[in-house]
């Protein structure tokens, strides 16, 4: 067996959080898409409520819904939607936080980004004119982008997903299918991780996975004697489409 530096590998493997949650924000059926990508951000609308004005909503969740509700609706009369509108700024504003995941599609959903919540919110105060679709949403959050793929190469299991409309949905169900997407190795709730992106169509040699198996076993004590975490000691393969 070849040699291998444990640090090297340990250095490879991201520990993912199992507090963190995923979002999927969309991006007004695509025209959106390339700009929160090429300046690494996402955003949500209703200019005319202020951040300063969400800042200063009671901390009681249904007494911020009731008073924000009331701006909402004096600064869109027309709109009739306002309890929803209220719930996605709530739930952008107070809910998603740096270290989560955000997913957004492009038109059609025909391309998707993943991405990691880098910033609190914040506001911009002049927006880009409105050509070559450059957002006009004012309260943004800064993103790394960690993946880019078209749907059609995304797992089955996450298909469904993209059925929501909302301008922002809890994906968190998804978890294991759009970590996957972002780490080939990971860490989460003390267990390992490993994807094999396998694209061959002739047969794998089993004996493959006992080799793979003879690296991580070690890898794993080595860690479990370098932190306090407790890692599981058994190993068995999973698969998943």
């Not at 450059?134 to 299991?157: A, E, G």
Request: proline fraction near 3%.
């Amino acid at each position: 067996m070849a040699d291998y530096n444990f640090n090297d590998i340990l250095n490879a493997i991201a520990t993912v959080s199992s507090q963190r949650k995923y979002w999927m924000v969309r991006t007004m059926g695509g025209a959106y898409y390339a700009d929160f990508i090429r300046k690494n951000y996402i955003a949500i609308g209703y200019n005319e409520i202020s951040l300063q004005q969400l800042n200063n909503l009671p901390q009681s969740q249904k007494q911020a819904k009731v008073a924000l509700k009331a701006q909402f609706t004096d600064a869109y009369p027309d709109n009739r939607s306002s309890g929803h509108s209220v719930s996605q700024l709530l739930r952008f504003t107070r809910e998603v936080r740096v270290g989560d995941i955000v997913i957004i599609p492009s038109e059609s959903a025909m391309h998707v980004a993943i991405g990691v919540i880098t910033s609190e919110m914040y506001e911009v105060e002049e927006l880009d004119s409105d050509v070559d679709n450059r957002c006009q949403f004012k309260k943004r959050m800064k993103v790394d982008w960690k993946s880019f793929s078209r749907r059609k190469y995304l797992s089955p299991s996450l298909q469904m997903m993209f059925v929501s409309r909302h301008p922002i949905s809890d994906v968190t169900s998804y978890a294991p299918y759009i970590d996957s997407k972002i780490s080939d190795c990971y860490l989460k709730n003390d267990e390992m991780n490993v994807v094999l992106r396998i694209t061959t169509r002739k047969a794998e040699d089993w004996d493959d996975f006992f080799n793979l198996k003879a690296l991580l076993i070690p890898t794993l004590i080595y860690r479990r004697s370098e932190s306090a975490t407790t890692l599981r000691n058994t190993f068995r393969i999973t698969t998943s489409t």
